[in-house]
């Protein structure tokens, strides 16, 4: 596609719920990553992939949040027993990441997630 | 501590004016990038510059990654360019594609 795109774009969930996101980053793009974003907060690293590497998953708060990347393509973050600190807007971005000393990342619109 | 850290917090600007909003971060980088997020939410990439200068309209960056920060200038600014800007870097002492984001300056035009 022409850019990053992410569904639902908006989630209300009850606490305890499990809650998918998706994200389809731009064609072509080998490295894909997610962010969360609390109210008038900076961004916070969560996951990022690349090719088959194993992913970098350092930046996720707890064992409630798992991603997976299916055929180095669509990206899902999945969040068990939801909480109300969960909510946030989660960001997921892609990069062509391969060329030498290049890794500019490119942002979807994100999914704003309440946890009732 | 703190790793990146962005200045000021917050500007206000009249219609016109130029401003500069810096970046400092506590290692050696791989990348760095400037975004504007807009007040709906979207981040519009504005530079990748983990070194040197770049220029795109009314607006410049420049990178001197020896002294570890980073410069960005809003020349004759427009309600337009109100909203947060962020930078991000990798730090070479972290994994290549880790992005740690400053808190960012919140930037409002006004007529």
């Known amino acids: 596609g022409a850019g990053v795109s992410q569904s639902p774009s908006n989630k209300v969930t009850e606490k305890g719920k499990d809650v998918e996101l998706r994200c389809d980053p731009i064609?072509?793009?080998?490295?894909l990553y997610w962010y969360r974003q609390s109210l008038g907060q900076g961004l916070e690293f969560l996951i990022y992939?690349?090719?088959?590497?194993?992913?970098?998953k350092s930046g996720l708060p707890s064992d409630r949040f798992s991603a997976e990347r299916t055929g180095g393509s669509v990206s899902t973050l999945t969040i068990q027993r939801t909480q109300q600190e969960d909510s946030a807007v989660y960001l997921c971005?892609?990069?062509?990441?391969?060329?030498?000393?290049?890794?500019?990342?490119?942002f979807g619109p994100g999914t704003r997630l309440t946890v009732l | 501590g703190i790793q990146v850290e962005q200045s000021p917090p917050d500007l206000i600007l009249q219609e016109g004016a130029n401003s500069t909003l810096r970046c400092n971060f506590s290692d050696s980088v791989n990348n760095l990038q400037w975004f504007h997020q807009n007040p709906w939410g979207q981040l519009i990439n504005l530079f990748y510059i983990p070194s040197g200068t770049k220029q795109n309209g009314r607006l410049s960056a420049t990178t001197v990654a020896t002294e570890r920060y980073s410069l960005l200038y809003i020349s004759s600014s427009q309600t337009t360019d109100s909203g947060v800007y962020f930078c991000a870097v990798t730090m070479t002492t972290d994994s290549w594609g880790k992005f740690q984001f400053g808190a960012g300056t919140q930037v409002v035009v006004t007529p």
């Open positions: 992939f690349q090719g088959n590497s194993a992913p970098d």
């Open positions: 971005a892609s990069s062509l990441w391969g060329l030498v000393s290049y890794n500019e990342q490119f």
């Open positions: 064609s072509g793009h080998t490295a």
